[in-house]
T-cell receptor, first 113, second 114 residues
């Protein structure tokens, strides 16, 4: 079965601190992985995606993610968060020709000043 | 500017009153879909369309209808809305020319059924 698990429903970090959001997936074929961000009252914005090649992927807004096939993980990281990073983050998996993206439950990120 | 446009952005309605949420994309994408987002459940696919006049059910199609008469438009129809359809709805589109499902999302429609 296809599934994505984001174990942390809510994370709070201080501004300037590092961040890691966890994502584990289960997918029967070669997975293509995505991280989306949803700011309050906004739609979904693609942060980064992994299709193949280098397992460390750079995205927008200073985010990066690392694909680890052996752990079925695609964790999102940022070395130093800004107050504007407060949002909900969704990990998703799809595949070539797949009809849909399968999303995780989302992780809400709060930034303390 | 490439975009997916949903209307309305916010809607409050009463149980049983038919409504339509419109979705339009300007990228000539073949593939469009609808998702609903609920707390703790992420996004779940309602319906999708591979091209004009080709639609199919997603994971949670009950209580919804769609149509795809034109390539750019993919409206979501709730014939008799119920409170359990209160949710945040997203339309998405992508091109078949892309190898994978790299979707563009609309801004969302927040629907409340009372």
């Amino acid at each position: 079965a296809q599934s994505v698990t984001q174990p942390d429903i809510h994370i709070t970090v201080s501004e300037g601190a590092s961040l890691e959001l966890r994502c584990n997936y289960s997918y029967g074929a070669t997975p293509y992985l995505f991280w989306y961000v949803q700011s309050p009252g906004q739609g979904l914005q693609l942060l980064l995606k992994y299709f193949s090649g280098d397992t460390l992927v750079q995205g927008i807004k200073g985010f990066e993610a690392e694909f680890k096939r052996s752990q079925s993980s695609f964790n999102l990281r940022k070395p130093s968060v800004h107050w504007s990073d407060a949002a909900e983050y969704f990990c998703a998996v799809g595949g070539a020709g797949a009809q849909k993206l399968v999303f995780g439950q989302g992780t809400r990120l709060t930034i303390n000043p | 500017e490439a975009q997916v446009t949903q209307n309305p952005r916010y809607l409050i309605t009463v149980t049983g009153k038919k409504l339509t949420v419109t979705c339009s994309q300007n990228m000539n994408h073949e593939y469009m879909s609808w998702y609903r987002q609920d707390p703790g459940l992420g996004l779940r696919q309602i319906y999708y369309s591979m091209n004009v006049e080709v639609t199919d059910k997603g994971d949670v199609p009950e209580g919804y209808k769609v149509s795809r008469k034109e390539k750019r438009n993919f409206p979501l129809i709730l014939e008799s809305p119920s409170p359990n359809q209160t949710s945040l709805y997203f339309c998405a589109s992508r091109s078949h020319r892309e190898e994978v499902v790299n979707a563009f999302f609309g801004q969302g429609t927040r629907l409340t059924v009372v």
